[in-house]
């Protein structure tokens, strides 16, 4: 309940990382990876801690891949749906992960409403800085989940840089 009254029904979890931009848990496919999945679990592991080993991400929670701007770099997105009791451990582990406070420097739940103003929460937070295609996935899963419509983000109000 967000202020004791509002229900929260969705979270959607993304990461503050090392370069001070906003992205998803992830990273690159080792050599002793069997697939993209493998990795995947694998970083998830060492960038959210144990608790992502409850859960494993597969090839059907896949929503898409975006090519990067380096090279031989692409960016393929997976959305998971976890349970609140999985999403409330994750929350609470991972300032144990391996690579907390390294690679990341701490977890974030995207405000997943608009306040009064018609600024305030997703508007804003979608002004923040976004590694690669990191703020598009974003808009890809609140797609999926139903919490905006194609098109819809143009209606958004959106704060004047200062």
């Known amino acids: 309940m967000l202020f004791g009254r509002i229900p929260l029904r969705y979270a959607i979890l993304m990461q503050m990382r090392f370069d001070g931009r906003l ?10 990876d069997r697939s993209l999945e493998d990795g995947l679990n694998r970083e998830l592991r060492e960038e959210l801690g144990e608790a992502a080993a409850a859960f494993r991400v ?6 898409s891949s975006h090519v990067g701007s380096g090279p031989r770099v ?8 976890l349970t609140l009791e999985e999403l409330l ?3 609470a582990g991972a300032t144990r992960a391996k690579d907390h406070g390294l690679e990341v420097l701490g977890l974030v739940r995207v405000p997943l409403y608009t306040l009064r103003d018609g ?3 997703l508007p804003t937070f979608l002004e923040n800085s976004f590694i690669g295609s990191a703020r598009e996935q974003l808009l ?11 098109g819809s983000i143009s209606g958004l109000k959106i704060p004047a840089h200062h």
């Open 23 to 32: 992205g998803f848990p992830g990273g690159f496919v080792d050599t002793q």
């Open 58 to 63: 597969e090839r059907t929670d896949y929503r």
């Open 74 to 81: 692409v960016a393929h997105f997976y959305a998971k749906r």
């Open 89 to 91: 451990a994750v929350e």
């Open 119 to 121: 600024v305030g929460g």
């Open 140 to 150: 890809e899963a609140l797609q999926d989940l139903g919490l905006l419509q194609s």
